[in-house]
């Protein structure tokens, strides 16, 4: 297979006179990894929806030519994957998936087994979607196409709920893939370990140019660059925010987390790591009540048990890893009215407001549906909604997945000004460290079920 993927003079927009997607000319070569690389919005999602075929068949206005080698299975893992699961457990997905595809009884077992195993997600395979963490859907996904055998596969943002590990594990995944003959389309941001797999990177914020040999080693080495994110051991007199005693969190029968003792520290920026899986968004949903746990919190010197849901959301705001779990209205513009008008931070008048949403490259989309912008353009506008509110504290799960580092670099911008205005406690679950350490004041790591401080001692202690 050495035909490539050919565009000519193609638009796209999901309103007839509004082009989102604008490529005179591309070819994409088969049988090697090609990625979109471009800032949050400028198409590499919708882009892969087409050569998939979702677009426009399931939305939006297509003109132009795309051609696909003849006789090409395809395959696509979505940015969101909880969107394309069909039953309940990594092990029926599997089996459903290759059902469709006619394979014989006989054979499915095994295939499943096979696809479990060599995305190392075999003690997965029974286990509710629901139950599992973001980065944990990602490798099901992934199984599941490894099971379909497909020729072309295609993967938006693969990577970003990942821990390094595991993202290292898939990168080896996708090379022997590659050895294998398969062609693979990457939408990412985040180049960091792609190196080995020697990639052909499509430039979207120019023109939608292949990028030279000399220009991929110079883009990929800087993302190669280490991401230990400076932070020093809090001192034991600063004031709590959260308190834990003999804090307990299971997930089923499984035990998380189990800590004797832990305070986070009030108005300080608190990064949250740890494997994909070990029970950082479950630490979360505890913390607002969502899910029990065993032990004592308290939350501002106050049992959290004596919270009621009112006060509760008035004193802490979750923003959720999956974006479209926080939408209340339809438009863009709607949300940020909404936000204003219960909102409680002093920061924010509608001149602010103004400022804030063209920094971050929304100004242009309040009229649109929110679930028609990208993920990139959904996590901006999460995240200032949130901002917006002024709890006093903030829980933020993978606020900057699937976002650019001059995205990353705004919010971060807006986060300090809200900060000087009213400080905040704000608690940040990230795979993404890069871009992070003007931000980050402690760092919490959650290994062995116990939650600790990372870093160096103060000066002070």
Do not use: W
């Not at 800032?39 to 132009?64: D, F, M, N, Q, V």
């Not at 039953?87 to 087994?113: C, G, K, Y």
């Not at 859907?137 to 490894?146: G, K, N």
């Not at 899986?277 to 004592?296: E, H, M, N």
């Amino acid at each position: 297979m050495t035909t490539p993927i050919t565009i000519e003079s193609l638009q796209f927009g999901y309103q007839k006179k509004q082009t989102i997607l604008n490529i005179p000319q591309l070819s994409i070569p088969t049988n090697q990894l090609t990625i979109f690389y471009g800032e949050s919005g400028c198409g590499k999602s919708t882009l892969l929806r087409i050569i998939a075929g979702l677009l426009p068949k399931y939305g939006g206005h297509l003109s132009g030519t795309i051609n696909l080698p003849d006789h090409l299975t395809c395959a696509m893992m979505f940015q969101d994957p909880a969107l394309q699961f069909a039953l309940d457990t990594p092990r029926h997905e599997i089996e459903f998936a290759l059902e469709n595809q006619q394979v014989s009884a006989q054979r499915i077992p095994q295939l499943t087994q096979q696809a479990l195993e060599e995305i190392g997600i075999l003690h997965l395979a029974d286990r509710h979607f629901t139950t599992l963490s973001g980065g944990e859907q990602q490798r099901a996904s992934l199984a599941v196409i490894i099971a379909m055998n497909p020729q072309i596969i295609l993967l938006d943002e693969p990577f970003a709920s990942l821990d390094l590990h595991n993202r290292t594990l898939i990168i080896q995944q996708l090379k022997k893939l590659l050895q294998t003959g398969k062609t693979i389309i990457i939408a990412d941001h985040d180049l960091a370990a792609y190196d080995s797999l020697h990639p052909l990177i499509i430039d979207f914020n120019n023109h939608f140019q292949p990028l030279s040999l000399a220009a991929t080693q110079k883009l990929l080495d800087r993302f190669n660059q280490p991401n230990n994110v400076p932070a020093i051991l809090p001192q034991s007199t600063d004031p709590a925010a959260i308190s834990l005693h003999n804090f307990t969190l299971r997930r089923q029968n499984q035990l998380l987390i189990q800590q004797p003792e832990l305070t986070i520290y009030k108005n300080k920026v608190t990064l949250l790591t740890g494997e994909s899986g070990s029970g950082k968004s479950s630490f979360f949903k505890a913390l607002t009540k969502i899910i029990p746990f065993d032990g004592t919190v308290q939350l501002f010197d106050r049992p959290l048990k004596n919270y009621s849901s009112h006060l509760l959301g008035q004193t802490l705001g979750l923003v959720f890893q999956n974006a479209n779990d926080q939408f209340l209205k339809v438009t863009v513009q709607e949300e940020l009215e909404l936000s204003l008008k219960n909102g409680q931070h002093p920061y924010f008048n509608r001149s602010r407001l103004a400022d804030a949403i063209t920094k971050l490259g929304l100004q242009h989309l309040t009229n649109q549906v929110v679930y028609s912008l990208s993920g990139g353009q959904k996590k901006k506008l999460q995240l200032l909604v949130m901002l917006m509110m002024g709890q006093s504290l903030l829980l933020l799960d993978e606020p900057f997945s699937g976002l650019d580092q001059q995205s990353i670099a705004n919010l971060i911008d807006l986060i300090h000004n809200c900060q000087q205005v009213l400080p905040q406690t704000i608690l940040i679950i990230s795979h993404q460290l890069t871009g992070l350490d003007s931000l980050i004041d402690y760092h919490l790591n959650l290994s062995g079920r116990q939650l600790s401080y990372q870093g160096r001692a103060s000066h002070e202690s």
